[in-house]
């Protein structure tokens, strides 16, 4: 099947505010992806930041109206416990530093630099 990408933007601030900056705003086959990326080392993501990329997908899916808006977070250690069931509940997708190392060795592509 081929899924098109309509576009995909870096940083991007439908709103001005603090929290209201989106890292990556995207549109691939009709679905928009509202996307952040937390590189925290030595400790887990909390559930302030996913409340943020809530409010920031809404304020997305108000502009733009798309048939299928999906949220996703890179956090380089995972996600606290909380956090954790809040994504279950609000269906944002996450990946760990180590999936996406997984998904590069996979694809033949250099990993995440260490930092």
């Avoid at 279950?88 to 590069?104: A, H, V």
Wanted: contains cysteine; charged residues 30%.
């Amino acid at each position: 099947m081929d899924w098109p990408i309509n576009y995909v933007r870096h940083r991007v601030r439908i709103e001005s505010g603090k929290g209201k900056e989106i890292d990556l705003l995207g549109s691939i086959g009709g679905t928009l992806w509202v996307c952040q990326s937390k590189w925290v080392t030595g400790k887990k993501i909390g559930v302030g930041v996913l409340r943020e990329l809530l409010v920031q997908a809404k304020m997305a899916e108000e502009e733009r109206n798309p048939p299928v808006l999906r949220m996703w977070l890179f956090a380089h250690e995972g996600l606290s416990p909380k956090a954790l069931d809040l994504a279950k509940k609000q269906g944002i997708l996450w990946s760990t530093r180590e999936d996406l190392d997984g998904l590069l060795e996979y694809l033949g592509l250099r990993k995440l630099p260490d930092l």
